[in-house]
């Protein structure tokens, strides 16, 4: 069964650097979002993407965050400068459609742990 | 407030016996999502559903639209079913975000 995949797995950073998170969503999806999760809380939304596009961001996704997909495969989230309040799982995630009326599971990948020290 | 509420937070159970998970939401929804993370974090989705039930092998859910409330049934519970349950809402409108719920940590023991 295809996949979602995230690399790398685990990310450490110090606080001030910038990083960037890897995710090829499964090939034929057209719908892309990136979620976190700090250690011990809910997952919470911060990007969702569409046709090139930022289609829905959260409040956390300020202006030191950025997503781009920049050659058709891969779906990258940028931090630009690091906090240590950015330490987290960071989850990608990717459907065939937007869901909105229509029967679209949301497929996951294993996430990223990015740890700011 | 919460807009989705899991009950109960923490859950053990026996193997074999009939575990429910249950899940409140406070805003008008276009469709809600069962999902299960293991222990080493990894999501994934076990239904989506926007009305009435859905079954999948040991795995049944439900919603009441009206009630807005949904349940997570495992029948025969097996130890390897041990992970945390999340129920997350995609509200109703234009967004196509999920919000997700705080979790419900099953530990089933032989």
């Known amino acids: ?117 | 407030k919460n807009e989705v509420e899991q009950s109960p937070q923490n859950l053990t159970a026996q193997e074999g016996e009939f575990i429910t998970i249950n899940c409140s939401y406070s805003v008008g929804i276009s469709a809600l999502h069962w999902l299960q993370q293991h222990p080493g974090g990894g999501i994934v989705s076990l239904f989506m559903l926007s009305s009435g039930k859905k079954k999948h092998g040991r795995l049944i859910a439900t919603i009441n639209i009206q009630e807005k409330h949904s349940s997570l049934h495992i029948t025969a519970s097996h130890p390897r079913d041990s992970a945390v349950y999340i129920c997350a809402v995609r509200p109703g409108g234009a967004t196509n975000k999920l919000i997700f719920g705080t979790g419900t940590l099953l530990a089933v023991q032989p």
């Open chain 1, 1 to 117: 069964e295809p996949e979602v995949t995230q690399t790398p797995s685990h990310q450490v950073t110090q606080m001030g650097q910038e990083v960037i998170l890897r995710c090829v969503p499964i090939s034929n999806h057209l719908y892309f979002y990136w979620y976190r999760q700090i250690l011990g809380q809910k997952v919470e939304f911060l990007v969702s993407f569409y046709n090139n596009e930022i289609s829905e961001k959260s409040e956390i996704f300020d202006d030191q965050f950025s997503v781009e997909r920049p050659d058709g495969s891969n779906f990258t989230l940028k931090i630009r400068s690091t906090k240590l309040e950015d330490s987290a799982m960071y989850f990608c995630a990717s459907s065939l459609t937007s869901g909105t009326g229509g029967d679209s599971p949301l497929h996951f990948g294993n996430g990223t742990r990015l740890t700011v020290t």
